[in-house]
T-cell receptor, first 109, second 114 residues
Framework: DAKTTQPNSMESNEEEPVHLPCNHSTISGTDYIHWYRQLPSQGPEYVIHGLTSNVNNRMASLAIAEDRKSSTLILHRATLRDAAVYYC??????????FGAGTRLTVKP | DSGVTQTPKHLITATGQRVTLRCSPR?????VYWYQQSLDQGLQFLIQ???????AKGNILERFSAQQFPDLHSELNLSSLELGDSALYFCASSVEAGNTDTQYFGPGTRLTVL
């Protein structure tokens, strides 16, 4: 299974942009890159996903490297409610969602 | 609120016992997934059902089993419980079974085995 590598933790100031990196050097051509986050005491929630092109939605942007071996989740203006563990996940044709340890994002007021 | 419901919220039981966790997916969703989250193992995919049929299997122990019923709700059965089975169990659902489908997670069932 293709794996992802993320920093254990990151800090950000409120209302500043946050760039959360993810390395997935063994990604295959059919793997989709998904990001989920888990707020304290809640189940994970979907953030964004993409295959090759950069993607934007109301929550975030996803920048995917040209060789697809890395990606970056961008929160344009972090709020205190964005404090969570962010998971970068590769989903293959089997559709398995293999969560890694994720990045714990702390947002400082 | 994701629309996925799980019962019970909390469950305390003893080693060797058997419990059943229940999940109701979002209206219209055909796929149900089960995950286990423990402090030392993180979030682990257990099993997926699609429209009543098992679709994918992850790190599910033989002591654990699941099924999806005709009304699409699902149950996860855990038997011969051990202390190490103490964890949060999440259910998720999605419309279809593809690798682009968003999974919506329930609030989880916290299982404590004493």
């Amino acid at each position: 299974d293709a794996k992802t590598t993320q920093p254990n933790s990151m800090e950000s100031n409120e209302e500043e942009p946050v760039h959360l990196p993810c390395n997935h050097s063994t990604i295959s051509g059919t793997d989709y890159i998904h990001w989920y986050r888990q707020l304290p005491s809640q189940g994970p929630e979907y953030v964004i996903h993409g295959l090759t092109s950069n993607v934007n939605n109301r929550m975030a942007s996803l920048a995917i490297a040209e060789d697809r071996k890395s990606s970056t989740l961008i929160l344009h203006r972090a709020t205190l409610r964005d404090a969570a563990v962010y998971y970068c996940i590769l989903r293959d044709r089997n559709n398995d969602m293999r969560f890694g340890a994720g990045t714990r994002l702390t947002v400082k007021p | 609120d994701s629309g996925v419901t799980q019962t019970p919220k909390h469950l305390i039981t003893a080693t060797g016992q058997r419990v059943t966790l229940r999940c109701s997916p979002r209206s219209g969703d055909l796929s149900v997934y089960w995950y286990q989250q423990s402090l030392d193992q993180g979030l682990q995919f257990l099993i997926q059902y699609y429209n009543g049929e098992e679709r994918a299997k992850g790190n599910i122990l033989e002591r654990f089993s699941a099924q999806q019923f005709p009304d699409l709700h699902s149950e996860l059965n855990l038997s011969s419980l051990e202390l190490g089975d103490s964890a949060l169990y999440f259910c998720a659902s999605s419309v279809e079974a593809g690798n682009t489908d968003t999974q919506y997670f329930g609030p989880g069932t916290r299982l404590t085995v004493l």
